[in-house]
DNA sequence: TTAGTTATTGTTATAATATAACATTGTGTA
DNA sequence: TACACAATGTTATATTATAACAATAACTAA
């Protein structure tokens, strides 16, 4: 569960328009998608990104460069996120396993070290490209 | 153990400098470096590096835009790659578990797809930085 | 209310990361 | 040799992201 953040205007607009997208998006594009909502320089895109980030609404898919709503009840605050990736069709999906998140919030490294925050992604053909 | 390639001037010079460092470098701090040796381009770099990533001699830390040489000789093609990241110090540590990667190279997603390629960012803080 | 404080926004410029396009050179091989 | 192919060199440009600073809006506390 999410916890409840007002969205700002800027906020608002943006997250409506990844939460409505298929497929991640990019920065700019979703900059020259917002243009007509009085949002016209790259920085207002970025800093509601990050903001939306921060509270869990959305997540980055780092190997992409792109932005997607979170789906995922699970998925606390933005900390543990995994993904599936096509490497044919681009297709992400955020993956929402019980036994995936505790083995890997349980995952202790060499040192001893656990890890309460990290990112998965994993890459393969989707059904349809397969 | 990773499959001899011979690697080729431009792709040797900048495989021993990330190899050599104790940090991940990035692409234009590697061009810089390597100026003095010829290399004059980014996309020199960016050619090297792809091939070294490719052929597994390195790997590339997707969230710092980064690369790091590979000190696993779990690590059969670059297809599956876990690090531990300090958010401090920004210390990148390539994981070596064979329990992280049976789990991870067996985990089936909801629809029973199974991938063998993956990569896997921690963060925490290092043993200094806690 | 009012002043002080902080978060958010707007704006311009610029930094940092990465690729396109094309010409040239080297390397292996039939 | 002649062909194919990989690697290199070079210029230009595309894409992703942040710095710096001014202006507003929203929130607090006296
Ligand atoms: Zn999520
Ligand atoms: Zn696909
Ligand atoms: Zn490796
Ligand atoms: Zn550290």
């Given at each position: 569960m999410h916890k409840e953040h007002s969205l700002t205007k800027n906020q608002q607009i943006i997250f409506d328009l990844i939460d409505k997208s298929t497929e991640p998006l990019k920065a700019y594009s979703i900059l020259f998608n917002v243009q007509k909502k009085g949002i016209k320089a790259p920085l207002q895109v970025y800093r509601a990104l990050d903001k939306l980030v921060e509270i869990g609404k959305i997540h980055k898919i780092e190997s992409r460069n792109a932005f997607i709503a979170c789906?995922?009840?699970?998925?606390?605050?933005?900390k543990a996120t995994a993904f599936s990736i096509c490497e044919i069709c681009e297709k992400v999906t955020e993956i929402s396993s019980a036994g995936l998140s505790k083995y890997l919030a349980n995952f202790k490294d060499k040192d001893g070290m656990k890890y309460s925050k990290y990112n998965l992604e994993f890459f393969g053909l989707c059904k349809k490209c397969r």
């Open positions: 789906h995922n009840s699970r998925c606390q605050v933005a």
